[in-house]
């Protein structure tokens, strides 16, 4: 089977001309690419999508794994509140990814709490939110990477227990962006919109099951309660209830 090509002029139709469209069939990585824009002066919103990228990053500085047959994706926004911004686009995010994946492919994935889908026990999407600044300090723009695995095989050893695809290897990808960037600019209108949070609630693996965390330097342990209006995750422990924007969750059960 032929792999269907990523296409600007065909994600840009896709999207009725709403925003330029750049494709690259290998790239370092569409957010480095777009924050780089940004800061030279480029004026979002601008998409750029890729088929392979050679030096994709995660969260926290680590590395996102990003062979040839995925979708790279980095949107560009400018936000009207930047600290309001980066959490609630994340959530956003998540939410478009997820209805759009639904939507081309019938396929329910599920929401990691803040920023991974996953697919039968393992992650198949991974969001990167930044905000890059100009020389003079000043906001160049919100840069939303989103990494899927449409039809990855293999993974490196490391990998290969915890990464998993959507293993769709007849997906158009053109499609898949473009319903993604509709979703998410849908979104971006109006973070408060309700339907966000109840997409990320109800697509959430963690609400219910025990998981762990760590806050000054100790591991703490709970049961995910709920996330809340804010799209902050609630933990249920021992000492307490205890309320998260940010970090790492790790999910100790999946039972």
């Known amino acids: 089977m032929d792999i269907i090509r990523l296409d600007s002029r065909k994600t840009e139709t896709l999207l009725d001309n709403l925003l330029p469209v750049t494709v690259f069939r290998e790239i370092d990585s569409t957010n480095t690419y777009a924050k780089q824009a940004l800061t030279d002066g480029r004026t979002p919103p601008f998409l750029v999508i890729a088929?392979?990228?050679?030096?994709?990053?995660?969260?926290r500085g680590h590395s996102f794994f990003s062979p040839?047959?995925?979708?790279?994706?980095?949107?560009?926004?400018?936000?009207?509140?930047?600290?309001e911004a980066l959490v609630r686009t994340t959530i956003a995010a998540a939410a478009a990814v997820h209805k759009a994946i639904l939507e081309c492919t019938g396929i329910q994935t599920g929401i990691k709490w803040v920023n991974d889908l996953y697919l039968?026990?393992?992650?198949?999407?991974?969001?990167?939110?930044?905000?890059?600044?100009?020389?003079?300090?000043?906001?160049?723009g919100i840069v939303i990477g989103i990494g899927i695995n449409c039809s990855t095989s293999e993974f490196p050893e490391e990998l290969k227990d915890i990464a998993g695809s959507l293993n769709r290897p007849d997906l158009d990808r053109n499609i898949l962006a473009a319903s993604i960037t509709k979703h998410l600019v849908s979104y971006l209108d109006d973070l408060k919109n309700p339907e966000i949070l109840d997409i990320y609630r109800s697509a959430s693996i963690l609400i219910g099951r025990p998981v762990s965390f760590i806050r000054d330097g100790a591991e703490i342990h709970g049961?995910?309660?709920?996330i809340n209006d804010n799209?902050?995750?609630?933990?249920?422990?021992?000492?307490?209830?205890?309320?998260?924007?940010?970090?790492e969750i790790s999910l100790t059960s999946w039972e």
């Open 68 to 83: 040839d047959s995925g979708l790279y994706y980095t949107l560009t926004v400018r936000p009207d509140n930047e600290a």
């Open 223 to 226: 049961t995910a309660a709920d």
């Open 51 to 59: 088929e392979k990228q050679t030096a994709g990053r995660g969260r």
């Open 120 to 140: 039968n026990r393992k992650k198949v999407c991974g969001i990167l939110c930044e905000a890059p600044r100009r020389r003079d300090g000043s906001l160049a």
């Open 231 to 247: 799209g902050e995750l609630v933990v249920t422990t021992e000492r307490g209830t205890e309320i998260l924007s940010s970090g």
